[in-house]
């Protein structure tokens, strides 16, 4: 994969350190955490979080923080191909009140997400749904072997 990059939302009532915190541990600090302060479209205050990692060795390390379950569950469903863009990006979107206490799950869709984006490497001739799903097997073994994701560890 080329790069790996999460993005979360922190409304007024939302902890922005507990989320960051979050994605940190999502990432297994291999991220870099930028913050951005921007009005809702119906004008509350809100953070923008964006962990992003750039360099391909730190970007493949972090997937298996995902956790074996969960990245054997992407490999092996049927959906996946419509998770992937025509830019060979795969989408993710994990709950966020659970990710903040330390588990991480698909979101369903109505709660708020931590939105995910891993630009897939893919060259002239490669399936993308193949590349993909031989990366989340891969990375599902290494969570196995390091036994990721790991429990937060309370900052306090």
């Given at each position: 994969?080329?790069?790996?990059?999460?993005?979360a939302t922190s409304s007024g009532v939302s902890?922005?350190?507990?989320?960051?915190?979050a994605l940190n541990w999502l990432t297994g600090g291999e991220a870099e955490i930028s913050r951005e302060k921007v009005k809702s479209y119906h004008g509350a205050r809100m953070?923008?979080?964006?962990?992003?990692?750039?360099?391909?060795?730190?970007?493949?390390?972090?997937?298996?923080?995902?956790?074996?379950?969960?990245?054997?569950?992407?490999a092996q469903s049927d959906d996946l191909i419509a998770r992937i863009d025509?830019?060979?990006v795969l989408h993710i979107r994990l709950d966020i009140s659970s990710l903040v206490r330390g588990s991480i799950?698909?979101?369903?869709?109505?709660?708020e997400q931590v939105k995910g984006r891993i630009k897939l490497e893919v060259y002239p001739g490669q399936d993308?749904?193949?590349?993909?799903?031989?990366?989340?097997?891969?990375?599902?073994?290494?969570?196995?072997?390091l036994g990721l994701p790991n429990p937060i560890i309370d900052s306090e």
């Open positions: 994969m080329h790069n790996v990059t999460w993005y902890s922005t350190e507990a989320i960051a915190a953070t923008m979080l964006r962990a992003q990692i750039d360099r391909k060795k730190a970007a493949r390390e972090s997937i298996p923080h995902l956790g074996a379950q969960l990245l054997s569950h992407l025509e830019e060979n799950e698909l979101s369903e869709g109505f709660e993308v749904l193949e590349n993909a799903r031989k990366m989340l097997e891969s990375s599902s073994i290494i969570a196995t072997e």
